[in-house]
Nanobody, 115 residues
Framework: QVQLVESGGGLVQAGESLRLSCAASGMLFSFHTMGWYRQAPGKQRELVAVITPGGTTNYADSVKGRFTISRDNAKNTVYLQMNSLKSEDTAVYYC?????????WGQGTQVTVSS
C-alpha cells in the first residue's frame, strides 16, 4: 500500500522560506515521478512542481525561480524548498505519485504566508 506523508508546513511571513518533505512507503520510490500540488481555499488543486526518476524537474510559472523540488532516493523522500514566499502561496500542499495508473495523495500540509 502506497503511503505519502507530508511535513514541514507552517505560518511564515512574506519573503521567508519553508521546506516541505514527503516520505513515501509501499513503492519502489526511485522508479516514480513525484509531484507537489497545492489547493488554496475556493480554488482548484494545481500542480506546483514535479520531478522524474531521472531528476528532470518542471514547475508552475508562478513558482519558477522561487521553489525547488528535489528527491533523496536513499530516504524515499521528496522535498519542496520554497523561498521568497508570497501571500498567494498560501494553500494546503499535497504530495502525489502514481503507481500502476492509480494516483496517490498525502494528507496535505498547510502553508500560510502572512503579508
Amino acid at each position: 500500500q502506497v503511503q505519502l506523508v507530508e511535513s514541514g508546513g507552517g505560518l511564515v511571513q512574506a519573503g521567508e522560506s519553508l521546506r516541505l518533505s514527503c516520505a513515501a512507503s509501499g513503492m519502489l520510490f526511485s522508479f516514480h515521478t513525484m509531484g507537489w500540488y497545492r489547493q488554496a481555499p475556493g480554488k482548484q488543486r494545481e500542480l506546483v512542481a514535479v520531478i522524474t526518476p531521472g531528476g528532470t524537474t518542471n514547475y508552475a510559472d508562478s513558482v519558477k525561480g522561487r521553489f525547488t523540488i528535489s528527491r533523496d532516493n536513499a530516504k524515499n523522500t521528496v522535498y519542496l524548498q520554497m523561498n521568497s514566499l508570497k501571500s498567494e502561496d498560501t494553500a494546503v500542499y499535497y504530495c502525489n505519485t502514481e503507481s500502476w495508473g492509480v494516483p496517490y495523495w498525502g494528507q496535505g500540509t498547510q502553508v500560510t504566508v502572512s503579508s
